[in-house]
């Protein structure tokens, strides 16, 4: 199984300053079919999971511009680039690429 | 816009059956895969298995032995049973759109169910 590691897992930030996330495979994440299925999700305290991001870097329709994802092969980031109080919950990192798994998930607070 | 509704029994005794059932709202219901995602309790998410229209399945290997997964075209529906259930089955269980074919991830989830399992 391809494991997803992610850091850190927890993340105080001041309201108002960017924030990032690191996620790696344990191998690359690229396809047969030539693209990179990585995804991020957000889990906000009591509801259920939300796709921010696909492939990498493609964001959600509604989702804020102010997430953003990066990265290749096995190495990947979703940034915020300035932190609300709307963003504090847990965030998942998943491939898409060899079956699915995702990451320890990592917990942003409002320092 | 498509809503995932799902149900099932939240309190089971060790080696009883958990059963869900997860009821589409909107959108080509043949036109998708569908799957069941769980979260442990403080834990991460862990892909359980998906189907299709046709009722072609796949699970994860760790719990192959003891899933299945099925699905009713009629009604929009698709639905999960694992048996032979332990403490390690507890967790809220999701079930979810996907894994789609352009991103291979799940772009829909249910509300969630907590599923105990208990003596």
């Known amino acids: 199984d391809v494991v997803m590691t992610q850091s850190p897992l927890s993340l105080p930030v001041t309201l108002g300053q960017p924030a990032s996330i690191s996620c790696r495979s344990s191998q690359s994440l690229v396809h047969s079919d030539g693209n990179t299925y990585l995804s991020w999700f957000q889990q906000r305290p009591g509801q259920s999971p939300r796709r921010l991001i696909y492939k990498v870097s493609n964001r959600d329709s509604g989702v804020p511009d102010r997430f953003s994802g990066s990265g290749s092969g096995s190495d990947f980031t979703l940034k915020i680039s300035r932190v609300e109080a709307e963003d504090v919950g847990l965030y998942y990192c998943m491939q898409g690429t060899h079956w699915y798994t995702f990451g320890q998930g990592t917990k942003l607070e409002i320092k | 816009q498509v809503q995932l509704q799902q149900w099932g029994a939240g309190l089971l005794k060790p080696s009883e059956t958990l059963s869900l059932t997860c009821a589409v709202y909107g959108g080509s219901f043949s036109d998708y895969y569908w799957s069941w995602i769980r979260q442990p309790p403080g834990k991460g998410l862990e892909w359980i298995g998906e189907i299709n229209h046709s009722g072609n399945t796949a699970y994860t290997s760790p719990l192959k032995s003891r899933v299945t997964i099925s699905i009713d075209t009629s009604k929009s529906q698709f639905s999960l049973e694992l048996t032979s259930v332990t403490a390690a089955d507890t967790g809220v269980y999701y079930c979810?759109?996907?894994?789609?074919?352009?991103?291979?991830?799940?772009?829909?989830w249910g509300q969630g169910a907590l599923v105990t399992v208990s003596s």
């Open positions: 979810t759109r996907g894994p789609n074919p352009g991103t291979h991830d799940f772009d829909y």
